[in-house]
């Protein structure tokens, strides 16, 4: 149903009666933010997430039921995380020339096979390929999911991506407890009850393609008339300056993610290690914690969206740096509640990252989305294997000692521009 429209030359009533609000179309969701789809996106996103997660937690089962060496471990993890992390990049580059409204289905198709094989696999090698397909199917969900959650915010760009990210985050932390309930105890073939995840994303997937596709078509004349119009010539960044405040950007990630993964990775050893306390009770603050990224993530969105990107960036990254000194030297109460609060100040900043990057790039929000996501993942990584030497050399102590400080890197914030390429900062 269209919008109804009033005829050419007709007065307008001093008070007119408001009428019943139509049915949310393509075209109306260009001024108005469409959360019905980035609802279902998020979903997909906690889904997908879920999905991943169970790659690291079968390890165990893997490597005793095939006599796997670490190494091996180790390079099931590579394939993993090079089809997650480095695609992402490349197929956001290309679906920014050219857009596929149904790529995302393809992309969870990706993840179905991984874990069809991953529940079958009887070889090392086709391990491997299963790992490498699940990772495949991340990176084409990625940075196309959140170009079409950028579509739908209406522009509330910080709010829909942190809704989107909200998702994810749920379901990393919800994978380890279903991996814990359902896939130790009942062994590798388990996995193929993900199935159905991965099946309901699908056809959730497609009525967002079918959104995607019918909001590309209504937007073609548009776009046509605003290339046609004449226009004010707007503020632009030089090339160098673009690649300086993309540098920045993940520099930031950098000290950000490094940190996050000391507390994500290693935080029930700390608490067992310095409190002696039970497992389940260091689970417990682990829970505390991933639900302070949740609620940082999505105040984050909110306030950048009314404040402007840079200044959540300060906040976040430097205003951590105080509670993450003190919390080498709190006692067990105090150092859950530090932790939570750094991990919600922490997270209110990649979606300030995020939107300041596709307003730094525009019409490159396929690649910055795959950029950023994809860094996300792989730094935190690598910042976890490396922090796992540290714990092994110097004590688990002297992680949350040291890797505070990388929190000064944000003030490299200084050096950002204040309005990215053609976009302020205010949404």
């Given at each position: 149903?269209?919008?109804?429209?009033?005829?050419?030359?007709?007065?307008?009533?001093?008070?007119?009666?408001?009428?019943?609000?139509?049915?949310?179309?393509?075209?109306?969701?260009?001024?108005?933010?469409?959360?019905?789809?980035?609802?279902?996106?998020?979903?997909?996103?906690?889904?997908?997430d879920m999905m991943q997660s169970l790659v690291p937690a079968l390890y165990p089962i893997l490597k005793d039921s095939y006599a796997l060496?670490?190494?091996?471990?180790?390079?099931?993890?590579?394939?993993?995380?090079?089809?997650?992390?480095?695609?992402?990049?490349?197929?956001?580059?290309?679906?920014?020339?050219?857009?596929?409204?149904?790529?995302?289905?393809?992309?969870?198709?990706?993840?179905?096979?991984?874990?069809?094989?991953?529940?079958?696999?009887?070889?090392?090698?086709?391990?491997?390929?299963?790992?490498?397909?699940?990772?495949?199917?991340?990176?084409?969900?990625?940075?196309?999911?959140?170009?079409?959650?950028?579509?739908?915010?209406?522009?509330?760009?910080?709010?829909?991506?942190?809704?989107?990210?909200?998702?994810?985050?749920?379901?990393?932390?919800?994978?380890?407890?279903?991996?814990?309930?359902?896939?130790?105890?009942?062994?590798?073939?388990?996995?193929?009850?993900?199935?159905?995840?991965?099946?309901?994303?699908?056809?959730?997937?497609?009525?967002v393609g079918g959104w995607y596709a019918r909001r590309r078509a209504a937007q073609k004349p548009v776009a046509k008339k605003a290339a046609?119009?004449?226009?004010?010539?707007?503020?632009?960044?030089?090339?160098?300056?673009?690649?300086?405040?993309?540098?920045?950007?993940?520099?930031?990630?950098?000290?950000?993610?490094?940190?996050?993964?000391?507390?994500?990775?290693?935080?029930?050893?700390?608490?067992?290690?310095?409190?002696?306390?039970?497992?389940?009770?260091?689970?417990?603050?682990?829970?505390?914690?991933?639900?302070?990224?949740?609620?940082?993530?999505?105040?984050?969105?909110?306030?950048?969206?009314?404040?402007?990107?840079?200044?959540?960036?300060?906040?976040?990254?430097?205003?951590?740096?105080?509670?993450?000194?003190?919390?080498?030297?709190?006692?067990?109460?105090?150092?859950?509640?530090?932790?939570?609060?750094?991990?919600?100040?922490?997270?209110?900043?990649?979606?300030?990252?995020?939107?300041?990057?596709?307003?730094?790039?525009?019409?490159?929000?396929?690649?910055?989305?795959?950029?950023?996501?994809?860094?996300?993942?792989?730094?935190?990584?690598?910042?976890?294997?490396?922090?796992?030497?540290?714990?092994?050399?110097?004590?688990?102590?002297?992680?949350?000692?040291?890797?505070?400080?990388?929190?000064?890197?944000?003030?490299?914030?200084?050096?950002?521009?204040?309005?990215?390429?053609?976009?302020?900062?205010?949404?």
């Open positions: 149903m269209s919008d109804s429209t009033l005829p050419a030359g007709a007065a307008v009533p001093a008070s007119p009666v408001p009428a019943a609000a139509p049915p949310l179309s393509a075209s109306a969701a260009a001024t108005g933010t469409t959360f019905a789809v980035i609802l279902s996106l998020s979903f997909c996103h906690l889904l997908n060496t670490y190494t091996q471990v180790g390079l099931i993890t590579l394939a993993f995380q090079c089809t997650a992390s480095m695609l992402q990049p490349v197929v956001g580059l290309y679906t920014d020339k050219k857009p596929q409204p149904y790529s995302l289905v393809v992309g969870m198709g990706f993840t179905l096979v991984g874990l069809l094989l991953m529940s079958r696999a009887d070889s090392y090698p086709s391990i491997l390929v299963a790992a490498a397909l699940i990772g495949m199917g991340s990176s084409v969900f990625h940075p196309e999911a959140s170009r079409v959650a950028r579509m739908a915010a209406g522009g509330r760009y910080g709010l829909a991506q942190s809704l989107f990210q909200v998702g994810g985050n749920m379901g990393s932390a919800s994978g380890p407890l279903l991996a814990a309930f359902i896939v130790v105890p009942r062994g590798q073939q388990s996995i193929v009850w993900f199935c159905g995840a991965a099946l309901l994303a699908m056809l959730v997937l497609f009525q046609a119009a004449p226009h004010a010539a707007a503020p632009t960044l030089s090339r160098g300056r673009v690649i300086g405040a993309v540098m920045i950007l993940v520099a930031l990630l950098f000290s950000k993610n490094v940190y996050s993964a000391s507390l994500g990775s290693y935080f029930t050893f700390y608490l067992i290690a310095k409190f002696g306390v039970s497992i389940e009770t260091a689970q417990f603050y682990l829970f505390a914690f991933l639900v302070g990224i949740v609620i940082g993530t999505l105040l984050g969105g909110l306030v950048g969206d009314r404040v402007g990107r840079i200044p959540v960036m300060w906040f976040s990254i430097l205003g951590a740096l105080p509670f993450a000194l003190m919390l080498p030297w709190a006692n067990l109460f105090w150092t859950g509640v530090l932790a939570v609060t750094v991990a919600m100040i922490m997270a209110s900043a990649f979606s300030a990252i995020l939107v300041y990057a596709q307003e730094l790039m525009p019409g490159r929000v396929g690649l910055v989305a795959g950029m950023f996501f994809g860094f996300s993942f792989g730094l935190g990584g690598l910042g976890a294997a490396a922090l796992g030497a540290i714990a092994d050399h110097a004590g688990i102590e002297a992680v949350y000692k040291v890797t505070p400080f990388l929190l000064l890197l944000g003030l490299l914030t200084a050096f950002l521009p204040r309005h990215p390429g053609r976009a302020t900062l205010k949404a």
